[in-house]
């Protein structure tokens, strides 16, 4: 099959374009350098603050200031068998003299930045906009502003509510009484929406992806993950991205058969991020329907697993490029592209960089889409699985090296004694297992058959949501990784709940040989990378890891890692990176610790650490208030609810 777009490219836009003009101009929010305006500071997802009073000399005085339990714990109470989700994944947004905040279930509060006292909070379930609560994390909420008014945008549900900034009231003329329902869609496909992640504000629209649109995955029918563009001040739908091409698109040839034509996903599950000044947004798109199996859409399925530019005002595709090709691994870019100036080989570049699962860094000119270094398509494994075709080739960045194990063999199995490689060697043989891209296979139950395929990176990274943190002073990114294999067993549906050929059963995890992980370390680690050069600078182990386990003592090891989910913040000379709560989602055992700590980012030499109730579950931020610096992180696991924690110098 003929492949005209896997080279990068413009394309004609696939969108609705729907009532509403571009209004006056809109002040960028929070230009107060101690604020955090947005998700990840800005939008350029930089989650950098270039704030020093917390510095090197001084991090190790750090106090807990404050201290806010999640306002989810009262809705027990008023609803019986309600039980609230400590994986309290939240980052705080802070402009002027506020903290905006949501919780897992869609609940909205207003925290004053010095004392963490509640200013207001928003109820849907006492406003009536919803009945009984429920929900996951969506990570955070978007702030504009135009002259005196403030608004802060939430995802409660499948809601988009507009609330005012001071009273965190709605405010009534943004779609009906202060919300839109973003399950009604003119796709009649389109049955329900859940989004874990938060919204963005660029220019004069707010922006959502989507992590569900339906009840379930598991049928070939399913629609489009559609990025929509809501007006800032109505809530007029402004434009919709559709990630499956549609007749006229040069896309549509990456699919076999007419499939484009019935398949969906293709969504945008995590964060976003934007150049306000080009007018650019970009996404991180995901596999397309399903993760696992794609024998019913041969191709490569255009634009799943690519990063895609598109216009602000208009949801034009102006660029994009495909990082996996016809996506069999849940390798869905996981995180929102980093972007930064740098100079490369004498050249000013406009930087993009996207981190996977698969640990790569991906980089491109974020106005063009030219790779930056090159990009090689490499031949990889093909599939046995009945009707399945796999690609042929796979892109593989020239620089920067991988920031994390990819593959496996058998010299990189655990080796710390003979007893537990030997260990280590029985459980993979009972496994297809290989390089990188090596496909699923069917589970096969017969003896001496294998049970699925590891694959390693496994889908929970690599790299994940909590991304990777860029200094746009130095160009240096920071990635902290896990090593983390997973197993894809396929195995024949029940018809009455899929019709796919098949889909992923169980195991779909690697056993562990005596309870540790069955690789060599280090199973989370931070990388640090000149993204002038494409250089890696250093790499630290992130956290001790499980060098307590029986099996272990007495060997005397340096820190194996912590494979849990961390997110990191960057201020003027410290890195801060938790090691994950053990209560997230997909999370491996031996995974997530209760350490949060500061590193000399130029170094890599630990500064401080402090052991919290819980894991960091959320990305940390930091802001100015009152002239004293806070640090900021969500903790949450099962035996503690989630919460967030302010540190900050003694007075």
């Not at 992806?209 to 739908?237: E, S």
Request: charged share 20%.
């Amino acid at each position: 099959m003929s492949n005209p777009t896997r080279a990068v490219g413009a394309i004609t836009a696939i969108l609705t374009v729907a009532c509403g003009e571009p209004g006056g101009t809109v002040r960028t929010a929070g230009s107060d350098t101690g604020d955090w305006p947005h998700y990840a500071h800005d939008l350029a997802a930089t989650k950098y603050a270039p704030l020093d009073q917390i510095d090197p000399s001084n991090v190790s005085q750090l106090r807990v200031a404050w201290s806010w339990e999640s306002a989810d714990y009262d809705l027990p109470e008023r609803f019986p068998g309600v039980e609230v989700n400590p994986n309290y994944q939240a980052t705080p947004i802070k402009i002027g003299a506020r903290l905006y905040v949501p919780t897992n279930m869609g609940q909205a509060v207003a925290l004053d930045p010095e004392t963490g006292r509640e200013l207001w909070r928003y109820d849907p379930y006492a406003s009536g906009l919803r009945g009984r609560p429920g929900g996951r994390a969506s990570r955070g909420v978007a702030y504009w502003s135009e002259g005196d008014g403030e608004r802060v945008f939430l995802l409660s549900g499948p809601y988009l509510v507009a609330l005012d900034a001071a009273t965190g009231m709605p405010v009534p003329e943004f779609g009906g009484g202060g919300a839109v329902d973003l399950a009604d869609d003119p796709d009649q496909r389109v049955e329900t929406f859940e989004w874990t992640s938060a919204p963005m504000v660029v220019r004069d629209v707010v922006i959502v992806g989507a992590t569900a649109m339906t009840p379930t995955r598991n049928w070939k029918t399913a629609p489009p993950g559609y990025v929509r563009a809501y007006d800032v001040r109505t809530g007029a739908l402004r434009w919709r991205f559709n990630p499956i091409p549609e007749p006229g698109d040069p896309a549509i040839e990456t699919w076999a058969d007419s499939s484009w034509a019935y398949s969906g996903n293709g969504n945008v599950w995590t964060l976003m991020s934007a150049d306000e000044e080009l007018g650019h947004v970009y996404l991180p798109l995901k596999t397309t329907t399903n993760d696992w199996y794609g024998g019913h859409r041969l191709g490569d399925n255009l634009y799943g697993e690519s990063v895609a530019a598109v216009d602000a005002e208009t949801g034009a595709l102006l660029w994009h490029f495909q990082m996996v090709h016809h996506g069999l691994w849940d390798y869905d870019p996981p995180a929102a592209p980093n972007l930064l100036d740098v100079v490369v080989d004498g050249r000013p570049v406009k930087m993009l960089a996207q981190v996977t699962k698969q640990a790569f860094v991906f980089a491109f000119d974020r106005e063009t889409g030219r790779p930056v270094w090159p990009i090689e398509e490499r031949p990889v494994p093909a599939s046995d699985v009945p009707g399945e075709v796999a690609a042929a080739t796979q892109p593989f960045p020239t620089r920067p090296a991988p920031f994390d194990r990819q593959g496996i063999t058998t010299d990189d199995l655990i080796d710390f004694t003979p007893e537990l490689r030997a260990e280590a060697e029985r459980i993979v043989s009972g496994f297809v297992y290989g390089p990188m891209f090596t496909p699923p296979s069917v589970r096969d139950d017969r003896p001496g058959g294998t049970q699925g395929t590891i694959l390693m990176p496994g889908w929970v990274g690599g790299a994940n949501w909590g991304g990777a943190a860029v200094d746009p002073e130095t160009g240096v990114l920071y990635v902290p990784s896990v090593t983390s294999p997973n197993v894809t067993a396929l195995v024949a549906p029940n018809p009455d709940s899929s019709d796919f050929n098949f889909v992923r059963g169980l195991p779909r995890e690697v056993p562990m040989p005596r309870g540790l992980p069955i690789l060599k370390p280090p199973y989370g680690r931070i990388t640090a990378i000149d993204m002038h050069t494409g250089e890696h600078l250093w790499m630290r182990p992130n956290g001790p890891g499980p060098r307590d386990h029986p099996d272990l003592r007495g060997l005397d090891l340096p820190w194996l890692g912590q494979r849990g989910r961390a997110a990191p913040l960057l201020t003027k000379t410290l890195l801060f990176v938790g090691e994950g709560s053990e209560a997230a989602l997909s999370i491996l055992s031996v995974a997530g610790g209760k350490a949060f700590r500061a590193w000399d980012k130029a170094t890599g030499d630990l500064l401080w650490e402090v052991s919290l109730e819980a894991g960091t579950s959320g990305a940390p931020m930091t802001y100015l208030a009152g002239g004293r610096q806070y640090v900021v992180v969500a903790i949450g696991d099962r035996a503690t609810p989630g919460r967030l924690v302010a540190f900050a110098l003694p007075d």
